[in-house]
């Protein structure tokens, strides 16, 4: 048999077993290469030019191999499978100290733009990095504003850093080719003013868009992307994409920073407000440019060029909205970059929920920090014309602010009071053809609801709660209420409003109705009570009256009375018959040791009487499952007619 013939049926893991510590002139070498040359079976291809790359000819290889290996992978465009495998092998052989430049830049302009992206990944040597990054520059050309069409065509610079991580040369050349923010001034012919401002915002939420793509795919270059923006139309798009869209992904130093420099905008805002209420007050420009000069003095270039703007205007719409600025401000801010960081556990990545990596006290803290912000708006509120219509974001910030204020101070109460007055009276009076939707408008009046329990709840002793529960005033707040709050919240609640016994009775009733229910947490409420020997008895006994409920509330209130109670037999006469009769003791066959005896004791040994107790009307569910055990066993033991069952009222 030939070495051709033979070279074609030694299996290919064989040949590369076999080539282990051989040199360029061994048989085995010179079989493997003929194979590689001759037959080409596909796979088999790639490894034995792999095994040849990296074994005998490691050092020097010729035209031949390198061109082989790289044909291999650049021409298999349609194996998607072997895509990643058969670039390492491209790889390989142009970072290979025998292949030329020539070869390098032949190889890479053949290459598909995703294959350039995979060739310039992290572990790309510096001169195979160059060589890319080149090549990305030259098909980039100068870059391109921004349009909603690069977003189903993207550019190579775009393509590219949708591949993930890149080696840092490859990275920054894709990151300065890449699309710049849209032209508001190019726009097709024709167009009036508002077919360019429509177009604009597309382009610009395409621009928006395209940062948020690059911004999740290379987590650790956010705080490098900030940087290389700064002073540029970027950096805003950057931030608010972190802030807004991203946060959960961004590393909490970073999230903190971007955090604190967007409150620090809200000055600005403030000053803007003041000095348009000059102007129309009656002042001049000079005159308000004269009164802020200190403050003016600490402002960027930009923000000194758009007040300048907003004491110029002449429209008495545009000057109240400088006068409204504050409050516009926080509530976009509310319903957009800071809408996840005031509800982390609302967040969702699409339809999955994230995984933070800043603390929860931190986000709480940032929260806070929002609130005190947002609480410095309130004086900028202004009242609505009574008819005009009224959304949802005109009041969410102010549920945020009351929520997340550690502190509610008699100032913000007064600030906030208005507000909702006059959102209540714009929901009833407005034109029918302002009027928001149905669904809105129950999002509104909950909204409002919200915020006046908040209010009616008093400020916490301590000042440390800062992620309030709304539950409002303790003669308003109901079992069901109570029923919804987690174990720390409803201690929070209840510490301030120390000494108020019928709140506690509310909160011990609401242990049954809720869904967890544990024998610490009851007693943990039961000993705020000022009686707590006679409190369980008292509430046991007009159970229909203040709980209510159907029997796994009867059956919960049996089980943690029984389980708390010191005089066991007194309370199982109290409580709903058929819930007492299957309470269970120890064990769970034997049924629980005090209702045993409070039968025993009422019953004693008169079969009569076990037989028409046996009887008695007690169910499980209707009227009838609310009768008391104490009152059939007295009825039983006398022979006396069956009592009513206790009113519900």
Not at 69 to 79: H, L, N, Q
Not at 158 to 181: C, K, M, N, W
Not at 288 to 317: C, G, I, N, P, W
Request: with cysteine; hydrophobic share 40%; proline share 6%.
């Amino acid at each position: 048999m030939t070495g051709e013939e033979l070279s074609t049926v030694l299996p290919v893991d064989f040949l590369r077993t076999a080539m282990a510590g051989c040199g360029p002139d061994d048989p085995v070498v010179q079989l493997a290469a003929h194979q590689v040359q001759s037959v080409r079976p596909r796979h088999g291809q790639s490894v034995l030019l792999e095994a040849l790359l990296s074994g005998p000819y490691a050092r020097e290889a010729s035209s031949w191999l390198l061109e082989t290996a790289v044909a291999a992978g650049v021409e298999a465009r349609d194996d998607s499978s072997g895509l990643g495998g058969r670039l390492t092998l491209v790889a390989a052989a142009l970072e290979h100290q025998s292949c030329t430049a020539d070869l390098r830049e032949k190889t890479l302009e053949q290459c598909t733009d995703e294959q350039l992206g995979l060739l310039g990944g992290p572990r790309a040597g510096e001169c195979l990095a160059a060589a890319v990054a080149a090549e990305l520059r030259a098909r980039s050309g100068a870059p391109l504003p921004m349009t909603p069409q690069l977003l189903q065509a993207p550019t190579v610079a775009q393509t590219i850093l949708r591949q993930g991580p890149l080696h840092t040369v490859v990275f920054e050349a894709a990151r300065d080719t890449l699309p710049t923010a849209p032209d508001p001034g190019k726009a097709s012919d024709g167009s009036d003013a508002d077919a360019l401002w429509k177009q604009y915002r597309q382009a610009y939420e395409s621009w928006q868009s395209m940062w948020r793509q690059v911004l999740g795919r290379h987590p650790q270059r956010h705080r490098e992307l900030i940087g290389w923006a700064a002073g540029t139309d970027a950096e805003r798009a950057i931030r608010d994409e972190l802030l807004g869209r991203l946060p959960w992904a961004v590393e909490p130093a970073l999230l903190a920073e971007l955090a604190e420099a967007d409150l620090g905008r809200f000055s600005f805002e403030v000053l803007l407000a003041r000095g348009c209420r000059m102007v129309r007050a009656g002042s001049n420009e000079q005159q308000v440019l004269e009164h802020f000069a200190a403050d003016l003095s600490a402002l960027a270039d930009d923000e000194q060029v758009l007040l300048r703007h907003a004491l110029r205007r002449k429209s008495v719409t545009l000057l109240d909205m400088g006068c409204h600025a504050p409050v516009t401000w926080v509530q976009q801010a509310a319903s957009g970059t800071w809408r996840h960081l005031l509800n982390p556990a609302q967040a969702k990545d699409g339809f999955q929920p994230v995984r933070w990596q800043a603390s929860t006290a931190l986000l709480t803290d940032l929260a806070t920090r929002f609130a005190e912000t947002a609480a410095r708006a309130l004086p900028y509120w202004e009242r609505a014309e009574r008819s005009r219509g009224i959304t949802a974001r005109e009041v969410a910030w102010v549920r945020d602010l009351v929520l997340r204020l550690p502190n509610i101070t008699e100032d913000v109460k007064a600030g906030v009071r208005p507000l909702i007055r006059d959102a209540r009276e714009r929901l009833n009076y407005a034109h029918p053809g302002l009027q928001p939707r149905h669904d809105e408008r129950g999002e509104i009046k909950e909204i409002l609801s919200t915020i006046e329990r908040v209010l009616a709840d008093p400020v916490p002793v301590t000042g440390a709660e800062r992620r309030r529960t709304a539950l409002g005033a303790p003669d308003e707040v109901t079992v069901r209420d109570l029923a919804r709050v987690q174990t720390q919240e409803l201690g929070d609640y209840l510490d301030r409003h120390a000494g108020d016994d019928s709140l506690v009775e509310k909160a011990l009733l609401s242990r049954a109705a809720g869904s967890y229910r544990s024998h610490d947490d009851f007693d943990g409420v039961l000993r705020r009570h000022s009686s707590p020997g006679t409190v369980l008895l008292l509430l046991t006994g007009r159970l229909r009256t203040d709980l209510g409920g159907g029997p796994s509330w009867r059956d919960a209130w049996t089980h943690l009375v029984l389980a708390s109670a010191e005089d066991g037999p007194a309370f199982a006469r109290a409580l709903p018959a058929w819930s007492a009769l299957r309470a269970r003791g120890d064990h769970h066959a034997t049924a629980h040791p005090a209702v045993v005896t409070a039968v025993r004791e009422a019953l004693g040994t008169d079969q009569d009487a076990w037989d028409r107790f046996a009887a008695c009307p007690a169910t499980n569910s209707g009227p009838t499952a609310w009768l008391r055990l104490g009152d059939l066993l007295d009825a039983a033991a006398a022979g006396a007619p069956w009592p009513k069952p206790p009113s519900s009222r």
